[in-house]
């Protein structure tokens, strides 16, 4: 039976520093021998093969879904009517240890909340839920655990510790 990777989400407003957040984590627990993978959710539309491509003209056909394959990658395009389920898109990696998670902030899984102290959206602090850590620019006073923005040897121990932890096998 495959086993199911540890995932964790990396939530926070737009312009924070996620994208930049998860980059250096995957470098850190790659050249840890980790196996990394991830899921960004975007919230517009995003066209992953070209207009007019073979590929292209397949999906606009009707293909439920289309691989394009070359050399060196492959990707799996699926035609869906809304936004998948985050538990199904997890269930698709193989071979992975680790699923980063941008976006799907309303999951179940949990997660690391990136703050910035101008863009921090105070109304809506307590509407995440399951976040276990937040890395900030700015001094928290909260009981979740708290990293400095840029401390990412220390954020990608605390992913491995949880990755460890027993109730994760």
């Not at 990396?10 to 980059?23: A, S």
């Not at 289309?66 to 193989?94: D, G, H, Q």
């Not at 690391?112 to 839920?129: F, P």
């Amino acid at each position: 039976m495959k086993k199911k990777p540890f995932s964790i989400g990396i939530v926070g407003l737009k312009n924070t520093g996620k994208t930049t957040l998860i980059t250096n984590i995957i470098k850190i627990l790659v050249k840890k021998k980790y196996n990394i993978s991830t899921i960004k959710h975007a919230h517009h539309e995003v066209q992953i093969d070209e207009p007019g491509r073979d590929s292209h003209q397949h999906r606009i056909a009707g293909a439920h879904q289309v691989i394009l394959s070359t050399n060196n990658r492959w990707a799996l395009m699926n035609n869906c009517e809304e936004t998948p389920n985050l538990e199904y898109l997890i269930n698709k990696f193989e071979k992975t240890d680790i699923v980063l998670v941008e976006g799907y902030k309303n999951s179940k899984i949990p997660k690391i909340e990136v703050r910035r102290y101008e863009k921090y959206d105070y109304e809506n602090e307590d509407k995440i839920k399951n976040i276990i850590a937040i890395t900030s620019d700015i001094e928290i006073n909260e009981k979740s655990t708290i990293f400095s923005s840029n401390d990412y040897d220390r954020i990608s121990d605390f992913i491995i510790k949880k990755f460890n932890e027993p109730d994760n096998e």
